[in-house]
């Protein structure tokens, strides 16, 4: 209980809010129509993947 759990708290924060931020950037450039539609990121739902313009609708929604 020494300084290995801070350091490992430490880490563990640092993870979550790189992650975080992964996600935010991801969305935005979805709803600004910089990210494609594909398989791999994004919301894929039925309904984000029906079109090109669903995909950027869906994100801009999520976005607010």
């Known amino acids: 209980m020494g300084p290995e759990r801070f350091y490992l708290s430490g880490v563990l924060a640092l993870t979550q809010i790189a ?19 594909n398989q791999t990121t994004g919301i894929r ?3 984000t993947m029906r ?7 869906g994100h801009r929604a ?3």
């Open 45 to 47: 739902t039925p309904s």
């Open 19 to 37: 992650l975080t931020a992964l996600v935010i950037v991801i969305n935005w450039r979805a709803a600004t129509g910089r990210l494609a539609r």
């Open 62 to 64: 999520a976005l607010r």
């Open 51 to 57: 079109s090109d313009q669903a995909w950027v609708a």
